[in-house]
């Protein structure tokens, strides 16, 4: 037996709905994007800056493979980019893998020591490696920037 919707249920339905909506245009928004970007890689095949616009596109959609290939392709022609290893560090991250983040965001904080989304990378790259205290140590720290930038 069903039982009647009651606005509570429709509401609920129809708010599902729109997420599911957001959700797939969100992910043609990607796929335009990385085609964007990818017109521009032919026109300059050579900019590190590109790769790592596209191997971040590739990384939200969840395309790995192709995220790594773009972030080793923007290394090699820049190699002072250090946002590369930011983008590195998320990528592991997000592929449930701390233990490879690790090395790839403490590079990037030698390097920028401040950066607030560095240090959160960091903290979640500890708590998920079940590195408690450096978790906490790294959130603290997080914070810590934070708060001197206000």
């Not at 983008?87 to 590079?107: H, K, N, S």
Request: aromatic residues 6%; negative net charge; glycine residues 6%.
């Amino acid at each position: 037996m069903s039982r009647p919707l009651s606005f509570e249920r429709l509401l609920c339905a129809a708010i599902l709905g729109l997420a599911w909506t957001g959700a797939a245009s969100a992910h043609q928004d990607l796929e335009d994007q990385i085609v964007a970007v990818t017109k521009e890689l032919k026109a300059t095949p050579d900019d590190a800056i590109l790769y790592a616009r596209r191997a971040d596109l590739h990384r939200r959609h969840k395309e790995w493979e192709k995220a790594l290939a773009d972030y080793t392709a923007a290394a090699k022609l820049g190699p002072s980019l250090d946002g590369v290893q930011l983008g590195r560090a998320q990528l592991e991250l997000d592929r449930d893998r701390p233990a490879e983040a690790l090395p790839f965001i403490q590079t990037f904080l030698d390097a920028n020591p401040e950066h607030g989304s560095g240090r959160l990378i960091e903290a979640r790259a500890f708590a998920k490696a079940g590195k408690l205290e450096e978790a906490i140590a790294a959130f603290r720290a997080c914070v810590a920037g934070e708060r001197g930038h206000h």
